[in-house]
């Protein structure tokens, strides 16, 4: 059973407007870039299903966080089945992302009361997640289906709509600030966040600055 509450996961990922996205096989490795990102101020986090044995990575991520990142919530990503999201639900994920939308999906979250957010790029496919029950859907890949342009014509016919972008997003400035003018309710961030270099040199405080700045960026383009 998630630990944290639909409102809650909601409320995480609201409040900061960044979940960062990462994938790496290597228990330790994945650990360390966690606990950078919440040091950083993140406080809810996408580890992706994205190799073999990515359910056993991440049931040792899960049951660690309680203790050492005990304020994180920690998803899953890259789920296209439902047997995948009921596994990584068993497993403690508190919200499942997928790179499209799957209703069976839908319906075995909302069993569980576990957000789903789809990867969606019409806004057809937008509708009928909704209708399904996903509060928060995603628009992927986010800068090959119209990037910000895309959300903000989405959001003129839609305003109830909750969006979060994820492709094309990095944690820059004018980046950054394009999205959130456009009306994202949260952006999904990746490489751009974890540079290979920074990662093989075990250098986890750049992680965690960088996580700092983003959010720092997110917060005054709210403001605006």
Not at 79 to 97: E, K, R, S, Y
Not at 158 to 183: C, H, Q, Y
Not at 210 to 224: F, G, S, T, V
Request: charged share 20%.
């Amino acid at each position: 059973m998630a630990r944290f509450s639909k409102i809650e996961v909601f409320q995480a990922m609201m409040s900061t407007g960044m979940v960062p996205v990462f994938y790496n096989a290597d228990v330790e490795i994945s650990k360390q870039v966690i606990k950078a990102c919440y040091e950083g101020g993140v406080r809810a986090f996408e580890f992706t299903n994205r190799g073999d044995f990515a359910h056993e990575t991440f049931g040792a991520l899960s049951r660690w966080v309680k203790t050492e990142c005990p304020e994180l919530i920690l998803g899953v990503g890259s789920v296209v089945d439902a047997p995948t999201a009921a596994l990584f639900i068993q497993l403690g994920a508190n919200f499942v992302v997928g790179p499209m939308f799957n209703a069976e999906v839908a319906k075995l979250c909302n069993r569980r009361c576990v957000p789903y957010t789809p990867g969606c790029g019409s806004v057809t496919e937008i509708g009928q997640a909704q209708e399904a029950g996903c509060d928060l859907v995603k628009i992927f890949p986010a800068g090959n289906v119209g990037g910000p342009s895309f959300v903000k014509n989405v959001l003129a016919p839609m305003p109830w709509s909750m969006i979060m972008a994820t492709g094309a997003v990095e944690p820059e400035r004018d980046n950054l600030t394009a999205w959130f003018k456009a009306g994202v309710t949260v952006v999904g961030m990746g490489s751009k966040l974890f540079p290979k270099d920074d990662i093989a040199a075990g250098n986890w405080s750049a992680i965690a600055e960088k996580c700092r700045a983003a959010l720092d960026i997110i917060a005054e383009a709210r403001k605006k």
